[in-house]
């Protein structure tokens, strides 16, 4: 089974606050914590192997904070998930030759790529889209 990791989901959901606020200013790791709920250890963690990586940079001081390195089209999900998880793997060796089940995981290795390779700009576009067909009922 792939599985993608508490830190994978909530890294890239922080990052994708972050591409929302994108020349907007800096945002504390406090907020983006309380706003996406995520503990502030765990974001610190997530954020400090995201800035190694060079997707997000951050400003020390009272009125520090973080923002993304990269512009949100030029940043896609899987990037930040191979930092955050490493290389995305449904199958571990090549196929034998005329081995249909290899051939399945390794289509399905693919499409699992390319549905991450979505920019965080068009991800953001995505969630606006949901949060407006969101309707509350009483």
């Known amino acids: 089974m792939l599985a993608v990791s508490n830190k994978c989901r909530y890294g890239l959901t ?11 200013g800096l945002l504390q790791i406090k907020e983006i914590a309380a706003r996406d709920g995520i503990s502030r250890p765990f974001l ?8 190694r990586a ?20 030029h940043l896609s999900a899987l990037a ?10 449904i199958q571990s060796q090549p196929p034998a030759p ?7 995981f390794g289509e ?11 920019s965080l700009a068009e991800l953001l576009k995505k969630q ?3 949060q407006e067909c969101f309707v509350y009922q009483i």
């Open 14 to 24: 922080a990052v994708l606050t972050l591409a929302g606020h994108y020349d907007k």
């Open 98 to 104: 005329h081995d249909a089940v290899g051939w399945l």
């Open 54 to 73: 060079g997707i997000v940079t951050s400003v020390r001081g009272n009125r520090g904070g973080y923002r993304l390195a990269v512009a949100p089209a």
């Open 128 to 130: 606006k889209q949901l």
């Open 108 to 118: 399905a290795e693919q499409r699992v790529k390319e549905t991450f390779n979505i």
């Open 44 to 51: 610190e963690q997530i954020f400090n192997r995201l800035g």
């Open 80 to 89: 930040v998930l191979q930092v955050l998880g490493g290389e995305i793997e």
